[in-house]
Structure formats: C-alpha cells, structure tokens
C-alpha cells in the first residue's frame, strides 16, 4: 500500500525525522489557509499523486509547455495561483502512462535554503535476506539516470535484522554520503530514525529524494516516499486508515475485499490462475505466443466458489479483456470448485468473449464435468501450451 508525501512526511516526523512546515490541500477551500499557516517568503506546491517523477511532469489541459507537478513559489499570491491551476488537473509523468493521474491533493510547504541534494531509500534485499540502505551523493530528480550512467555512486548497506543499525553501519552511510561536521552529526541520529520507522511501520518501502544538507549543515527530508507491506496492515491500523483508494485502479480495490491477489496490466487476456508461480508462468507464455495479458491474477490454495466468482467478474469487468484463459492445476485448490465459480460468474455476468479452460490435477474429472454439463461456450485445453495457444488464436481471430 502507497500513501502520500505529506501522509509520509507526518509519520516520519513523528518518529523525529526533520520535514519542513507544510499544509496538504484536499480541496480548493484549504489553499488559503494552507499558505497562510507557513512563514514564507518561499512556499513550494507539490502535486499529491502516487507516482514519481511529478517535477519533471506536465499537465494534460495546460499544453506540452505548462510548469511540471512541483513548483518553488516565491510569494503567497504566486503559490495560490499555482495551487489554483494544478488542482483537479491530470499530470502525466514517466510513472503515471499517457493517461495521467488527476491531481486530488496538493501539499504546499515552506522552502528550505538548500546546499546539497543526496539519495536515500530503506528496502528489503531478497538477495541478501537484509534491510538495506541505498545512499547516493547524487540525489534529485534523475535518479535512475545516475543509477545507469554511473552505478559506481551508487552504495549499499546491508543492516542485519537481529542487530539492528549499528555505530558501524552510520559510520558507512556518513561516508556514502561524504557527510562531515554538523550534517554527520544529523546523520547518526536521523539514520537510526529512518532504520526505526522502517521497521516498526512495516514498510516494504522508504525513499526520502531529495534527503538535503541545509546551507547550516543540518540534514533534512525534503520529500518522501512510503509503500508498506499489504499482508501487514492487519497490525497497522492507523496506517492502514491512510489509504487512498481514488489513487489505484478499481479492479484491484474489489479484488482486495476478497483477498485476492490482483494486478492490473495492459494487455487483452484475462488470466485466473492458483498460485503466484503458475500465474506469472502463464503470463510468459501468453507473451511468448505474441499476446499481452491484461492481469495477474491468484485465486490462491483455499478459494471457495464465492471467491472465484467475484475473481471472474472483476477479470470481466476490464474493458480491454478481450478473452480470458482459466488455467488451474489443482493441489489443495480443487478444480470443481474452480469450475463451480465459473460457472456462476458467467450465469451472473455473461460470455461476451472467448474463454479457454485448462484444469489438472485434484478432481479434475468432477471440474471437467461440471463445465462440459453447462452451457457455456468453452474452448478446452490440454496443457498450458495448448490453452495458451488456443486463447491468443480465439483473440485474434
């Protein structure tokens, strides 16, 4: 789960992480009052969206040559016109795809008098098994840039779980960094902050882009960036209230209600597969036969009918499905119970576009059967390769 910069910043501060003073707007009545709060004379109007890259974005109705999602504003009266203008608009950065994403919030916070821009993020190295700390001198908005250009600036800390952030691990980052004085002071106090509300938070992600050094050498988080592990916000509750649904896709709110493990893609083949493996396998080779799939989609060992029903009406719901391969092979998921849910979700929804079904494995017979005793015009399949093939021939025709 993503939440927004300003949600970000107000968890990390209070933890003790130093943000500047800011305001979010969720609508037009807050701007006022929003730049009124702050001292000035330098406000910055940030759009709230979740994706990057909002600097260098541009807003669909303001033309190719409009100022980008994030502007340094140097009077209240020049901060309320931007606010004015970027609210309710749909910017379009490198994250977002052609279709933008419509700016609902905005945060307008106090400038800060800036020396130097640095990179920082907490993440979980799977290769490693550690928490790690990527640290880069070269912070700002051309990140990957930098990452393909010059890898060699870029540095990782591993940090050991059972240990926690050591002396030794801030002494590393300091150096990363080329931190010296005041700001290396900073550092050992605000890296362990960071490493602790990573942490205790459940995140799966943290990312302060630009982390400044201040003209007095004081360090600071001047923009963040917060994902959080899904499957740990039953013990998150306070996070988990932060949510905002209008930032992702509809299908995937209602998959999440049935503890359904969906993502939307742009493809054209609707996929429900049991169990993550077999779902990105079944992604490969629909792509491999010259097909995109249009979702990953996990049913998972314990579906029930309900759960495989509500699955295939959100498969059908996406406008671009323009056929839908069921591939099932069933150990502890039982193939009648898949063959059940279909069933239902056709009675419920209707067929409008090709379907190819391929069920293996435990009560295969008994799925088979329920599926050729109803009336559905089903296409069956062998193996994988043959469903896949089957489903990429019946969508092009």
């Known amino acids: 789960m993503n939440i927004h910069e300003y949600q970000a910043k107000k968890l990390l501060a209070g933890f003790g992480a130093p943000i500047s003073e800011g305001s979010p707007v969720l609508s037009m009545a807050d701007i006022d009052k929003a730049i009124a709060d702050l001292p000035g004379p330098v406000y910055v109007v940030k759009s709230q969206i979740h994706a990057g890259g909002r600097g260098k974005g541009r807003f669909k109705e303001l033309g190719a040559e409009a100022k980008g999602g994030v502007r340094v504003c140097f009077s209240a009266e020049d901060a309320k016109t931007n606010a004015e203008e970027m609210f309710g608009k749909t910017l379009v950065t490198n994250q977002t795809g052609p279709a933008g994403k419509q700016?609902?919030?905005?945060?307008i916070e106090n400038g800060a008098d800036i020396d130097q821009e640095l990179y920082?993020?907490?993440?979980v190295d799977r290769e490693t098994s550690l928490f790690s700390f990527v640290a880069s001198t070269e912070g700002g908005m051309?990140?990957?840039?930098?990452?393909?250009?010059?890898?060699?600036?870029i540095h990782t800390i591993g940090i050991d779980a059972l240990k926690g952030i050591t002396d030794s691990d801030v002494e590393k980052l300091n150096k990363a960094f080329a931190l010296e004085g005041v700001?290396?002071?900073d550092g050992k106090t605000l890296f362990p902050t960071l490493y602790k509300a990573f942490v205790e938070s459940d995140m799966s992600l943290l990312e302060v882009n630009p982390l400044v050094v201040l003209k007095d050498g004081h360090l600071k988080v001047l923009d963040a960036k917060?994902?959080?592990?899904?499957n740990a916000l039953f013990r998150q509750k306070e996070i988990a209230a932060l949510r905002d649904e209008t930032e992702e896709d509809e299908k995937e709110i209602e998959a999440s209600k049935?503890?359904?493990a969906y993502i939307a893609?742009?493809?054209?083949i609707g996929c429900m597969v049991n169990g993550a493996g077999l779902a990105m396998a079944t992604m490969d080779i629909i792509k491999l036969y010259g097909a995109e799939p249009a979702n990953f989609l996990d049913v998972g060992g314990g579906a029930t009918t309900e759960k495989v029903t509500a699955a295939f009406k959100i498969i059908t719901s996406d406008p671009n499905v323009k056929g839908i391969l069921v591939n099932i092979f069933g150990g502890i998921m039982r193939c009648d119970v898949i063959a059940e849910g279909v069933v239902q979700a056709v009675q419920d929804v209707g067929l409008k576009v090709?379907?190819?079904?391929?069920?293996?494995g435990t009560k295969v017979a008994e799925g088979k059967a329920i599926i050729n005793n109803s009336d559905l015009d089903v296409i069956a399949a062998d193996d994988l390769d043959d469903a896949a093939q089957k489903i990429v021939k019946a969508v092009k025709g």
């Open 103 to 107: 700016v609902n919030r905005l945060y």
């Open 120 to 123: 920082l993020s907490i993440l």
């Open 142 to 153: 051309d990140i990957e840039q930098v990452a393909h250009d010059t890898p060699e600036k």
């Open 183 to 185: 700001a290396a002071e």
């Open 226 to 230: 917060v994902s959080f592990d899904s």
């Open 258 to 260: 049935h503890d359904l």
């Open 265 to 268: 893609l742009d493809g054209d």
């Open 354 to 360: 090709p379907l190819v079904v391929r069920l293996e």
